[in-house]
């Protein structure tokens, strides 16, 4: 097949994009795949070649590594030679056009919140992943809770404010620390504080007020981090995150050694059955499709709490949907071709 994996793009997460793009694209290829490797925001700018042998002769593959610290996007912009006018760059939307399927490495607000799905949509271009809709209420931390709370799946109590009007003070008046500050639209755990003081909680409405236009304020629940995966409507193995230093943020997700993480978790068979057919119910709730991991605090009481789910989880060396396809037998290779498989499905249909 001819590919291109999309990645980059301009998000605060394009480093993990590229890391898990670079990934796909080098397994697709060893697969036999014919792969183009696309960054969304500077698309085919520093590339000489000619759209007509793209695939036969495409840009090199090059290895990433992901910083401790989430870009500098003012800079990013600063870099880019042709502008386009839009967030897609050179000659991106003819490279997908060409191509038998787009498969998605994007993350974050560029790419996983449904705008480049819809525009997708529109241009007839195939890809992987949920849709537009699926993408954008997942993407939007207080619309999904909204949904999931009315289906008698356990949420922590929250509030949702605007970044131009909220304060520590009212902030109080609704809600007792310890708490979870995080922005409503944005993935990998960047803008995520988790606050004992009201001097933090200013602090952290400061930070995500830089980014975002709301922000989702959660009561704290002490207890163990599982995740799991759901590949073509079923879910995968749990995994528990043991991060070394502090809690499961961005530094500790991508760098190598900083979070023990147990797959499947060490968790009663009980349990294990129950978190999977929750996640089954959010990945249908939210029309989602193809894959997604859903993010759990399993407390003292053997009881799990929701806190979201992620249409296009990472596939970096260090995330968590290949490891735990691999606790069910998937090769990453497989799981790859997997996503293509299920992907197709819905356009041959």
Known sequence: MKIVVLCGGL????????????????????????????????????????????????????????????????????????????????????????ADIVFMGLHGQCGEDGKVQAAFDLLGIRYTGSGFLGSAVAMDKDMTKQIIAQHQIRTAAWKT????????????????????????????????????????????????????????IEQYIKGREIQVGVLDGKALPSIEIIPKDSFYDYKNKYQAGAATEITPAPIPAEAEERVGHISEKVFNLLR???????????????????????????????????????????????????????SMRKYNQ
């Open 11 to 98: 998000s605060p997460e394009r480093d993990v994009s590229i890391s898990s793009g670079t990934r796909i694209a080098k397994t697709l290829k060893q697969n036999g795949h014919q792969i183009v490797l696309v960054d969304m925001y500077f698309g085919l700018e520093n590339w000489q070649g000619s759209l007509d042998d793209i695939f036969d002769n495409p840009p090199p593959l090059n290895d990433m590594l992901i910083s401790e610290q989430e870009p500098d996007l003012e800079e990013i912009r600063s870099m880019r030679r042709i502008d386009t006018g839009c967030d897609f760059g050179d000659r991106v939307i003819e490279v997908c056009q060409m």
């Open 161 to 216: 404010y605007s970044c131009r009007k909220v304060s520590a003070e009212a902030v109080l008046r609704d809600l007792t620390l310890p708490l979870v500050v995080k922005p409503d639209n944005s993935g990998s755990s960047i803008g995520v504080s988790i606050v004992h003081s009201e001097d933090d909680l200013k602090k952290a409405l400061k930070t995500v007020a830089r980014d975002s236009e709301y922000v989702v």
């Open 288 to 342: 989602l499709d193809v894959y997604s991991r859903a993010d759990f605090i399993y407390d003292e009481n053997g009881e799990f709490w929701f806190l979201e789910i992620n249409t296009l989880p990472g596939m970096t060396p260090t995330s968590l949907v290949p490891q735990e396809a691999a606790a069910a037998g998937y090769s990453y290779g497989d799981l790859c071709e997997k996503i293509i498989e299920v």
